[in-house]
């Protein structure tokens, strides 16, 4: 071998007796930025005008031959800077010296759209193929989807490019994507691979002179337009993909203007703004701005829970289920017996499902370990207390708490609304205390707010964020403030619905807009499966503190008739037992029809578009305080605590994403105009500073 020389920094070129060995290096997975990109063309070319060579070997790292596009190019204009994709790929496939791709690790994206470009492939067995390009609202914009189906067939391509799912190279062994599928040493088999072809004068086979001669293409197509119907939704990229492998079936060249065109014009898509949004957005939650990546983090080997109610038991499913054991405390046997019960019944339905075995099951039970005694907690590394919502309690819980839990112990809150720097001070370690809101139900919803208190260490904000990661939460930092994010929004929203009702809507109105808009359930309808009683108690609590604030009079008159929804089989709307759906309730329409009439409110029929728009703005404005307080770190957080947390609609990509679509200077001078409605809270409708100011400088939350 010769002297190992950099091209570039991203790649490396070297020579084997008359083979040139071109090894990407951009790490992690070798994301095809514009400097990887331009270091193959380099090589390449090199390698061509060298007499002495006469094949060529692309190889990644075990990790990835490449994962795609490279996500630090995601947005900027270097994305498909010259030479971009389709330009390197066409440069590979005219090369007349054979282009072997030796494939590793990930292939995926944009890195197998290179590989189909090369002449002859060679992968590991347990590389993983993909092109996930539609999971972000696209599809494969360098000619994927065409060379595909020309090597697998059709049916499977369009299975690998209408999901975006990954397989083993293994599993396509066998088709013209792979010449071999080898184990051991890679490289070492490449460079063989390369010398046969050269010495045996194989001829170059380029995918794109394929003629697509299958019988069950159009079958496939239309199984394909079958599923897509059934699942997309609201997503184009999915149909766009079958378009364009079926415009390919004449000719690669009809096809891949198809696949050039449809890429743009899905790039340019909301949705896809939205996926990308989202995508980039989950990546930026885990990262808190003043909290360095290497903050030292406390080992979490042992965790304790107070409470095994709703949240509690959840919550301790997620860690034995990462394999954490869990020390459940409560008050009482029968409290504990019942906890145990409702785990034990939730990991049942899994097991009947198949999707847990018996072995796994009676190891999570086993991880729990009951408790009625503090002194129990002495050794375990992170304590986290679900009980009741009440301040006196969780000075109690505190109290004992900093009495028996070992130095350097995270002790954790789960309120929803009480003030987490109060709960820190019942404690001597103030740093040690942090708030983990889970949601509802807890072992389910993926959103994790983490609630970071004045005066919480920076080492414990960094360990429960790995921790997040290891019971599989997205987590969101979010100062303290009455209801945190999500629920601070939420608040607004719902006092909005509740205002419609009293101006004119009915709730089967106000539920049918916002689900048309996306959302997974209205807000009456949503109210109705948390129990009316919840919210009657918070804002019992919020009429003593502030006796002038506004009153929900319909909601609380149907609270004080026991109305509570699904649990009491009557709401907003009314259940037939062992059912969820709802039906609607004409004494509840007739109740607030008296109730207007009574109080003398003058009653407008209410169009649907208002009713969307008070809603989704009420969430934008608080979204837009809460980001002006620093209580989110920045807007995409907003976005992912409602995408996560509150049904929010994915290909809206979040409220603040939304707002950002709709130009915030259109929901400013919106807002004015419901501020100038007859009776309208003029106050609420003014825009918070910060939308206010963006607004009149044309910018955005989300910069
Ligand atoms: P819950 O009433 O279902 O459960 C509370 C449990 O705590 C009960 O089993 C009770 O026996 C136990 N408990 C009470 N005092 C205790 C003490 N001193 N020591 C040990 N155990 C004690 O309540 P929940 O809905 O699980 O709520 C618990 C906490 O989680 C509250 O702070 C609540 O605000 C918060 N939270 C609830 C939800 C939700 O949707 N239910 C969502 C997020 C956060």
Redesign the pocket.
């Known amino acids: 071998m010769s002297a190992t020389e950099s091209l570039h920094p991203c790649s490396e070129y070297t020579t084997q007796d008359r083979t040139a060995v071109i090894a990407m290096r951009n790490p992690p997975v070798n994301g095809l930025g514009l400097a990887l990109r331009s270091s193959i063309i380099a090589g390449i070319e090199r390698a061509i005008a060298d007499p002495a060579i006469d094949a060529i070997v692309l190889i990644g790292s075990d990790k990835a031959f490449s994962g795609g596009a490279d996500i630090k190019e995601f947005g900027s204009p270097l994305a498909f800077a010259e030479p971009n994709l389709p330009t390197v790929i066409e440069a590979i496939e005219r090369s007349r010296k054979p282009v072997i791709a030796a494939i590793s690790g990930a292939c995926m994206g944009g890195g197998l759209e290179l590989a189909l470009g090369c002449h002859f492939r060679i992968a590991l067995a347990d590389a993983q193929i993909a092109l996930p390009e539609v999971k972000l609202g696209l599809l494969p914009g360098a000619g994927g989807t065409q060379r595909l189906p020309r090597l697998v067939g059709v049916k499977m391509a369009l299975d690998l490019i209408v999901t975006g799912n990954t397989v083993p190279a293994k599993l396509l062994a066998g088709t013209a994507l792979f010449d071999q599928v080898v184990g051991g040493d890679l490289a070492h088999a490449a460079i063989a691979f390369a010398t046969r072809v050269v010495a045996e004068g194989w001829a170059l086979k380029r995918a794109r002179d394929q003629v697509i001669d299958d019988p069950d293409a159009q079958s496939a197509i239309q199984a394909a337009r079958a599923s897509v119907a059934a699942a997309a939704g609201p997503f184009p990229a999915p149909g766009k993909c079958i378009d364009v492998v079926e415009a390919g079936l004449a000719s690669f060249d009809a096809g891949i203007g198809h696949e050039r065109a449809a890429f743009v014009e899905l790039l340019q898509s909301p949705e896809s703004r939205a996926l990308r949004h989202v995508f980039l957005g989950e990546r930026a939650a885990t990262r808190i701005d003043d909290v360095p990546e290497s903050t030292a983090t406390r080992p979490i080997l042992r965790v304790g829970v107070?409470?095994?109610?709703?949240?509690?038991g959840g919550i301790a499913m997620n860690f034995v289920n990462a394999g954490i054991p869990v020390r459940l405390?409560?008050?009482s046997p029968a409290?504990l017996e019942r906890?145990l019960a409702t785990i034990a019944r939730n990991y049942q339905g899994a097991l009947k499902k198949g999707k847990l075995s018996q072995e796994d099951f009676d190891r999570r039970m086993a991880a729990i370990e009951p408790t009625l005694s503090y002194d129990d907690l002495a050794d375990v590394d992170l304590v986290i207390e679900?009980?009741?919502?009440d301040l006196e309690?969780k000075r109690?819980?505190f109290g004992e708490l900093d009495r028996v839990a070992k130095l350097g112990a995270i002790l954790a809150t789960?309120?929803?609304?009480l003030d987490v720097d109060r709960i820190a001070a019942f404690t001597g370690r103030p740093q040690d205390v942090v708030g983990l809101?889970?949601?509802?139900p807890a072992n389910v919803m993926r959103l994790l707010e983490v609630v970071r208190g004045a005066k919480t260490g920076k080492d414990v904000l960094a360990t429960v964020m790995k921790l997040a990661k290891a019971i599989k939460k997205l987590p969101v930092v979010s100062g303290v403030c009455d209801g945190f994010i999500g629920n601070r929004m939420i608040n607004q929203y719902s006092a909005q619905a509740m205002q419609l009702i009293e101006e004119g809507a009915l709730p089967t109105q106000v539920d049918r807009v916002l689900e048309n808009f996306g959302f997974a359930m209205g807000p009456f309808r949503m109210s109705d499966l948390?129990g009316g009683d919840i919210g009657w108690a918070i804002r019992k609590r919020q009429y003593a503190e502030n006796p002038s604030m506004r009153r929900e009079v319909i909601a609380d008159r149907l609270a004080e008739l026991g109305r509570y929804g699904q649990k009491t089989g009557k709401g907003w709307y009314n259940y037939v037992s062992g059912d969820r759906s709802a039906h609607p309730a004409p004494e509840v329409d007739a109740l607030i029809g008296a109730m207007r009439v009574a109080d003398g409110t003058r009653v407008r029929e209410i169009p649907d578009a208002e009713i969307r728009d008070r809603l989704v703005y009420a969430l934008v404005n608080e979204g837009a305080r809460i980001l002006a307080e620093g209580i989110a770190q920045r807007a995409s957080d907003i976005d992912m605590v409602y995408l996560n947390g509150y049904g929010f609609p994915l290909h809206r990509g979040g409220p603040m994403l939304y707002a950002d679509e709709i130009g915030l200077a259109n929901v400013a001078t919106r807002m004015r105009e419901f501020a100038a409605l007859p009776g309208a809270d003029t106050t609420f409708w003014q825009p918070a500073p910060l939308l206010a100011r963006l607004a009149e400088s044309g910018g955005r939350f989300n910069a």
């Not at 789960?414 to 609304?417: A, D, F, V």
């Open positions: 107070i409470g095994a109610g709703t949240m509690g405390l409560e008050t409290a906890g679900a009980v009741y919502e309690v109690t819980v789960n309120t929803s609304t809101h889970f949601f509802s948390a």
